[in-house]
């Protein structure tokens, strides 16, 4: 699955997810989009099994944003965890 986090300064971020944005980024692939932010940094964090994520620029556009003032972040692992109940083993 491609994935990629953007990173925006809060204070310039204008993150517009309506209908326009949303059509954009589903014609690049995009299924699931989330958003985090701190006074400082807004995260947009977009995922798609045909979202290519060296497409980041059109998916900065989309968004609103500007290319110079944009960090990207490409995916590098991702793993699935769950909580398995003690059976009494140890772990090495």
Do not use: K
């Amino acid at each position: 699955m491609g994935q990629l986090v953007l990173l925006m300064p809060t204070g310039r971020a204008q993150v517009p997810i309506g209908s326009t944005a949303i059509e954009a980024l589903a014609r690049l692939g995009v299924t699931s989009a989330s958003l985090a932010a701190d006074s400082r940094t807004t995260a947009i964090i977009l995922e798609g099994w045909a979202f290519d994520p060296a497409r980041s620029g059109a998916a900065i556009e989309a968004l609103g944003g500007s290319p110079e003032e944009t960090r990207t972040l490409q995916s590098i692992a991702h793993m699935a965890v769950s909580a398995a109940p003690n059976q009494g083993g140890s772990i090495p």
